[in-house]
C-alpha cells in the first residue's frame, strides 16, 4: 500500500470485531513507530501492546462510557506515553517549546499509517481515565499517558452502534477547508 493510500483509507472506525494478536503485529507496529523522527533523535515514546485477556478487561473499566460504547470489542489497546524530560524542551526565547507531544504524535501517525496497511483499525483516544490507566499498568506517575489507540478488526455489523456513530463509519467527518490551514508564503487571516 502506498503512502496517499494508507492515508486515505485510514479511518477511526468504531465498529470492531476479534482478531488475534501476534508477536509479528506487535513487531511490526512498533517498528513503524520508532522510525519517526524526533527533535535529536531522542524517540521520547513509549508503548505498552496491551492484548492479554484479563488485563485488557481491567483497561476497558478506564474508559469513558462513550468509549466503553464500542471500544470494549478491541483486541488490543496501545497505550502511548512520555514525559517532557525526555525530549527537547527550548526554552531560551519568549516561545516554551517543549516536543515530546508532537514526537509521540509523530510516531503514532506512524504506527497507525502501519496498522492500516495491515488492515488493523488503530483508533487513538483521549476519552479515558489516566489515572487508571497508570495504577492497571503501573506506569509511573511522571509519565504522562497521551493516548490510547483501540485495535481491531473492521466489523461491517454496525448495530451496536449509536445513529452518531453510525454516520461517522459510513463518511469520514468534515475537515476543514484546505484554504483555512494552507497559507501562501504568509500567513493571512481568513
Ligand atoms: C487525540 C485524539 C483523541 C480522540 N479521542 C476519541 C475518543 O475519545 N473517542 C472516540 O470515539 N474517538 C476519538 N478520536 C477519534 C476522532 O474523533 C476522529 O479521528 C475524528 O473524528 C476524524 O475521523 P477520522 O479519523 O475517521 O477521519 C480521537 C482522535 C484523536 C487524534
Known amino acids: 500500500m502506498d503512502v496517499k493510500t494508507a492515508i486515505e483509507t485510514r479511518r477511526a472506525y468504531r465498529s470492531l470485531k476479534k482478531m488475534e494478536i501476534t508477536q509479528d503485529i506487535i513487531d511490526t507496529l512498533g517498528n513503524a513507530a520508532s ?55 527550548i526554552d531560551r526565547d519568549e516561545y516554551n517549546r517543549e516536543y515530546y507531544l508532537f514526537d509521540i504524535g509523530q510516531a503514532v501517525s506512524y504506527l497507525v499509517l502501519q496498522a492500516t496497511e495491515l488492515e488493523l483499525v488503530a ?11 497508570h495504577e492497571i499498568l503501573s506506569i509511573p506517575t511522571n509519565y504522562n499517558v497521551i ?44
Open 35 to 89: 522510525l519517526a523522527p524526533s527533535c535529536f533523535n531522542y524517540q521520547p515514546w513509549r508503548f505498552i501492546f496491551v492484548y492479554e485477556e484479563r488485563l485488557l478487561k481491567h483497561l476497558f473499566t478506564a474508559l469513558t462510557s462513550s468509549n466503553q460504547t464500542w471500544a470494549t470489542k478491541a483486541s488490543m489497546i496501545i497505550v502511548a506515553f512520555a514525559k517532557k524530560e525526555d525530549d527537547c524542551i
Open 123 to 133: 483508533h487513538p483516544i483521549a476519552g479515558y481515565n489516566p489515572n487508571l490507566v
Open 147 to 190: 493516548t490510547l489507540i483501540i485495535v481491531g478488526k473492521k466489523n461491517s455489523n454496525l448495530e451496536f452502534l449509536s445513529d452518531k456513530q453510525r454516520k461517522t463509519e459510513i463518511e469520514r467527518p468534515a475537515r476543514l477547508p484546505i484554504n483555512k490551514i494552507v497559507f501562501h508564503n504568509r500567513f493571512m487571516e481568513n
